[in-house]
């Protein structure tokens, strides 16, 4: 959009009112261009600062909250930058630090084992472009001595800002990781080598329960051989029942997952159950949630975790009891939840904070492996156990899975 043509245009008319005219309507034509042109590159360019500013103010939110010293440091050796973490590190106010000299504020509170000095590390990166990562080093904080990481690199930006970018990181957080990956492959390899044995094992249990109801059946009319057999064979049975819960919790078959009514799943289980129940004199009251979506679960995996909850109940309860079992979907929160609640004997907060460790239990006869077995299926769905209990008040047990385990029916 050019204001040329309007200016010379006037001199083609021969009336001088005319022409004069022509010139003041070219003049104001080219104040109001000239404003349109200025608006929109004041509009833009403060546009722009405005997201620049959001952008660095976001920087440093992020920056504050990490858990590292971190500070830049200007090609003048002033401090232009230190986050909150590393002037609580150096035991400094940040107001302190920002806009001094590196040396006056880390010199004598920030002291290298060695003869080398931190300023000479930063030195070399913001002079010669030495860039050092987590290079270890012992360092001397107010007397007190740790083992820190050091990574420094060059900054430079567009206006010409030339500065390094320093960051110390505590060793301890990087050794206790390690030794964690170390922990965690030691307990893999146990884990197999434990599974492989027990898997062993059972081949000659097998045979042994074999040659002993053979035993038993060629001495019927010895009553001592006879009992004896049936407790061999009950045993065999109780460490066979052991071996096998220990081999699902090392290594669980490969899940089958497809799209299932949850209240379906929950109902048939009851009707499972029910005969148990009139045995042990114990009622279930069921509530179905009718909003529940369908799941994608892995069905025969998902029955055993409520079989075994269920079966825990009754173990919980003496006599005349009360199992309540409630489905809901919670829109909100997205989630799916099934819940087991008895009127049983409950649990104190110490026996609570053990029921998922393997082995654990306070039942006679007990494995210790149907709960763990149960927090590794529900994992496996991506959700998790809620377990609630008071002695004297009964237990309540609530299934949780999340969003992504459900799928809209079509």
């Known amino acids: ?58 920087i440093g939110e992020i920056l504050d909250r990490m858990p590292f010293v971190i500070f830049i440091v200007s090609k003048e050796e002033t401090i232009v930058y230190i986050n909150d973490y590393g002037a609580e590190f150096i035991n400094l106010n940040r107001q302190d630090v920002v806009s001094k000299k590196l040396q006056e504020c880390m010199g004598k509170r920030v002291i290298l084992d060695g003869s080398l000095e931190l300023s000479d590390f930063i030195k070399d990166t913001l002079y010669h472009r030495i860039a050092y990562e987590q290079v270890p080093v012992g360092v001397r904080i107010n007397g007190t001595r740790e083992m820190v990481r050091l990574t420094t690199y060059t900054l430079n930006q567009k206006e010409g800002f030339q500065g390094t970018f320093v960051m110390l990181t505590d060793d301890r957080t990087g050794k206790v990781f390690e030794e964690q990956i170390e922990r965690n492959e030691c307990l893999t390899a146990v884990g197999q080598m434990a599974a492989g ?21 060629e001495n019927q009319d010895n009553e001592n051989v006879k009992a004896y057999g ?27 997952f497809l799209r299932k009514d949850m209240n379906a799943l929950v109902e048939e289980v009851i009707l499972l159950m029910s005969s148990e129940a009139l045995m042990q004199n114990v009622a279930i009251e ?7 979506p369908l799941m994608l679960v892995d069905e025969s995996r998902i029955k055993q975790v409520l079989i075994n909850l269920l ?26 939840r ?31 492996l149907g709960l763990p077995i149960c927090y590794s299926i529900i994992e496996d769905h991506g959700g998790h156990i809620q377990v609630e209990s008071a002695l004297g008040k009964g237990t309540t047990c609530t299934i949780i899975l999340p969003e992504s385990a459900y799928f809209q029916p079509d």
């Open 1 to 58: 959009m050019s204001v040329l043509p309007l200016v010379v245009l006037p001199f083609f008319f021969g009336d001088p009112e005319l022409q004069v005219l022509m010139i003041f309507l070219s003049l104001i034509w080219g104040i109001l261009v000239l404003a349109l042109y200025r608006s929109f590159f004041h509009h833009y360019y403060h546009h722009e600062a405005n997201e620049e500013k959001d952008a660095h103010f976001w």
């Open 338 to 368: 099934v819940t087991i609640s008895d009127n049983g004997t409950g649990m104190d907060p110490e026996t609570l904070a053990c029921i998922n460790q393997p082995f654990f239990t306070t039942k006679e006869g007990g494995t210790g």
């Open 286 to 292: 069921a509530r179905f949630d009718e909003k529940m």
């Open 197 to 217: 044995i027990c898997h062993e094992i059972r081949n000659p249990l097998q045979s042994v329960k074999g040659f002993v109801q053979l035993l038993g059946e």
């Open 311 to 336: 079966s825990n109940a009754f173990g919980a309860i003496s006599a005349q009891g009360l199992i309540e079992i409630d489905t809901k979907y919670d829109a909100e929160t997205a989630e799916g």
């Open 230 to 256: 049936e407790i061999i064979i009950s045993e065999i049975d109780r460490a066979n029942g052991i071996i096998q819960e220990f081999l699902q919790l090392a290594k669980p078959s490969v899940a089958k």
